[in-house]
């Protein structure tokens, strides 16, 4: 069962690497990472086992310096994933530096334990740490660690105090400032480089020409299997935000949310970004989904205080989501009384027509009885005329019923012998015509005029003639049961857009929405009836969707309701 699972897990890894290459759709990314949300433990395992493995040859390390390496891999691993861990790890190299008598390993695991207190909120301990570093003494990578982190830490204060102003202390405006810093100091062959150079200008009235495909050449070639990838990600799609380029944007901020998530990151914005825009975009499930793992991985970090930035947030999306079960429970509620109602009436429906049923079965029992009885006393008719009245009266009333019930069907059939009869004066002429066209041909063969044939053959002027005949006895029989088919059709136009033709005529798009309206709505199934390519009928359907004053998706539905049928 292990291999098994382990198998699928790297099946799930693969397609995530290569799969990007393809170039998909936001729609299929979001699709991509909420599958990846809901396996979510898959990626859990991952990093665990990982884990497991690094504590496993932290046991068998011998002297310190070996330690120290083993702790710095697990730090790694953890920092955003357990920052209490994290801070075990950070303390234990600690120690080894001052036993080593390492200034920058302690300087370094004095930053790295600031950012672990910062993560879960004990902000001033955070600044306590740092406060005792001697920044002059750093080496240039401790100095970017060593702002980094004070960048960090203060965009934390201005979190906790929601970006406002107290006392002097701007904490947004010092933390970019550290950010910049950063950027006067970092090289290129720094991971966290482009980070830095494009972050410091994210906030800038323009941004430098090139920065952005910089950027996103990085990302097209990264394996989207680190915490540098996710930033890289989320940086671009801040950029692409800049220039108002919202496709970009959802794109490189998803691939950064499906890295979070691949990696188990818990110090994740990225997805929570894309829970504000679900809420927007009115997307409830789905903002329900990303605000809700966000909350998770803050707490599981723990980093109490973007959980408690999220609180707000958490509560309005859960309150739109239980408004919006609430509506889909009443709506399905209003749908079954409506199916209820639907076949309460289609019971009674066939309840009445049993029993009209069963009352014209008795009415021609009676009629029966009365013409065996008229049979019966035909003999007495001679000798009792009152009586032979009285039957002869009976037999009109029957006679009268008779044709009532038979009136009603016949109108109920109006339409079925319009059809049929226009359908069987069709083929009796189409019969006398090809009788008409095999005895020219047989004339041609009997006298031997081959090239005439061929050229009768060949010639289109008969097959355009039966077709335009054709069109002639579509146009006459359906506007003779739908009269007012043109008008109510021009209706839905606008007024600059409808059509205009003659008197008991159709042209091609009436002929092809007048087949709409009789129920046949395939494009292919039209072209054949109408003798035409189904890419024409579909242009035509598109032209008229066009020229429509109501919505293309109703325009169909509305055809199809056209015109009432006279008798």
Not at 118 to 129: C, D, H, P, R, T
Not at 293 to 310: D, E, G, K, T, V
Not at 376 to 394: G, H, P, Q, S, V
Request: some cysteine.
């Amino acid at each position: 069962m292990k291999r098994i699972t382990a198998f699928l897990t790297m099946m799930v890894v693969l397609g995530l690497q290569y799969g990007f290459a393809v170039e998909p759709t936001v729609d299929m990314l979001l699709a991509r990472l909420d599958s990846m949300i809901d396996n979510e433990d898959t990626y859990l395992r991952l990093k665990l086992d990982k884990i497991a493995q690094l504590k496993q040859n932290r046991k068998r390390a011998s002297t310190e310096e070996e330690r120290y390496w083993s702790n710095r891999a697990l730090y790694d691993e953890y920092f955003v994933f357990d920052a209490d861990s994290a801070r075990y790890y950070a303390d234990a190299n600690l120690k080894i530096a001052r036993n080593l008598g390492n200034s920058q390993w302690e300087y370094e695991w004095r930053i790295n334990k600031s950012y672990t207190l910062s993560v879960m909120g004990f902000l001033n301990e955070a600044q306590e740490e740092l406060s005792q570093i001697n920044a002059s003494e750093l080496s240039d990578s401790n100095k970017i660690r060593y702002y980094g982190q004070l960048a960090y830490l203060y965009s934390h204060m201005g979190q906790l105090s929601d970006h406002k102003i107290i006392g002097n202390d701007d904490y947004d405006r010092i933390s970019h400032c550290y950010e910049d810093s950063i950027s006067a100091l970092i090289t290129r062959d720094n991971p966290e480089y482009l980070w830095y150079a494009a972050s410091s200008k994210v906030d800038k009235k323009t941004i430098p020409n090139g920065l952005i495909e910089t950027v996103k050449a990085s990302v097209d070639t990264c394996s989207f299997d680190s915490r540098t990838d996710a930033m890289k990600c989320y940086i671009l799609s801040r950029l692409y935000d800049r220039i108002d380029d919202e496709e970009n944007r959802m794109r490189y901020l998803i691939l950064s949310g499906m890295t979070d998530v691949r990696i188990a990151n818990r110090d994740i914005a990225s997805i929570t970004e894309l829970a504000m825009i679900m809420l927007e975009k009115g997307d409830i499930e789905r903002a329900y989904k990303y605000v809700n793992y966000s909350q998770n991985q803050a707490l599981r970090l723990p980093n109490r205080i973007r959980a408690a930035s999220l609180a707000k947030t958490v509560s309005e999306v859960h309150h739109l989501h239980e408004t919006k079960l609430r509506k889909s429970q009443h709506n399905l509620m209003a749908a079954l009384v409506v199916l209820f109602v639907i076949l309460l009436s289609m019971v009674i429906f066939i309840i009445l027509y049993m029993r009209r049923s069963r009352q014209l079965k008795k009415s021609q029992i009676k009629l029966e009885e009365a013409n065996q009885e008229l049979t019966k006393n035909m003999n007495e008719i001679t000798r009792n005329k009152a009586e032979r009245d009285k039957l002869i009266a009976n037999l009109q009333a029957a006679n009268t019923h008779n044709e009532e019930i038979s009136m009603t069907l016949r109108e109920a059939n109006y339409v079925k012998e319009e059809c049929i009869g226009a359908t069987f004066a069709l083929c009796s002429s189409y019969i006398e015509r090809f009788e008409k066209y095999r005895k020219d041909i047989l004339k041609f063969v009997k006298a031997e005029k081959w090239k005439e044939l061929k050229e009768e053959v060949i010639a289109a002027l008969y097959s355009n003639r039966e077709l335009k005949d054709f069109y002639k006895s579509f146009d006459s029989l359906f506007l003779n049961i739908y009269p007012d088919f043109v008008n109510d059709f021009n209706k839905l136009l606008r007024p600059e857009e409808q059509l205009v033709v003659n008197a008991g005529e159709l042209n091609t798009e009436l002929r092809i929405y007048a087949l709409v309206r009789l129920g046949i709505s395939d494009s292919v199934k039209i072209a054949a009836l109408l003798h035409c390519s189904p890419q024409t009928v579909y242009n035509y359907r598109l032209k008229m969707r066009n020229k429509a004053i109501i919505a293309k998706d109703r325009f169909a539905d509305a055809v199809k309701s056209l015109g009432k049928y006279q008798s």
